[in-house]
């Protein structure tokens, strides 16, 4: 066997091991261990082209130019910076007492308006904290179909929140907004994580409803 077949038959081998062990490693690191693969794939093709006398481009393993490059630079060159601020939304006693018959939360802290006038600190109903955690979608406009955040992504998914601080409570009758910016950014399969900060204001209060940190994974 020749140094070309014997490193063709490594790769072979190599690519079904990788599928063999994608089928039994934990769900929580396959996209890592997916990546990794990738990696090693291109690594192995880049390395025959080289003994074939071939100029490799690493096609179908790792793209020259990701489609998503420009929207890469562009997040990057923004991090720490606040890039949108929203339009005033107002909390009102039927949208707390809906959320609360959705979710089974139902503490007379949210929904009795006279226990709470009587023995609540605050001297009324007060939002839930999940309520205004949901609102970040709406709020941030990232689910505007006319205007999406990112035009070029086959598809936007919620990936989840690193971190959640619920600084005041809202209360019926206050508007609230979100401010947003990047803090970080990086390279997935098939696509980007992107980090940001959403801190959500109450108009004429000092102190924010909440500040949280999302994530959202967008694949091209």
Not at 10 to 29: R, Y
Not at 92 to 98: C, G, L, N, S, T
Not at 127 to 149: C, Q, R, W
Request: aromatic fraction near 10%; charge should be neutral; proline fraction near 5%.
């Amino acid at each position: 066997m020749d140094v070309i077949d014997f490193l063709k038959k490594k790769k072979e081998i190599l690519a079904q091991k990788s599928f063999d062990v994608g089928d039994i490693i934990s769900p929580t690191i396959k996209d890592y261990w997916a990546e990794i693969s990738q990696t090693i794939n291109a690594h192995w093709h880049q390395l025959l082209g080289q003994v074939n006398g071939e100029v490799s481009t690493n096609k179908g393993y790792i793209p020259t130019t990701a489609p998503y490059q420009h929207i890469l630079d562009d997040i990057n060159a923004q991090i720490g910076q606040e890039y949108f601020v929203g339009k005033w939304y107002t909390i009102e006693q039927d949208q707390i007492d809906q959320f609360a018959g959705v979710t089974k939360d139902q503490q007379w802290i949210h929904t009795d308006p006279e226990k709470a006038k009587q023995e609540s600190p605050f001297k009324q109903t007060i939002a839930h904290g999940f309520l205004t955690l949901s609102m970040i979608p709406y709020l941030t406009e990232t689910v505007n179909e006319d205007k999406p955040p990112f035009p070029d992504a086959k598809m936007c998914v919620n990936y989840g929140l690193n971190q959640v601080r619920f600084h005041f409570p809202v209360k019926p009758g206050n508007r609230i907004r979100a401010r947003s910016r990047y803090i970080g950014v990086s390279e997935i399969r098939k696509g980007l994580e992107v980090v940001m900060e959403h801190t959500i204001d109450i108009e004429n209060c000092r102190r924010p409803a909440c500040i949280a940190q999302t994530v959202m994974r967008l694949y091209f």
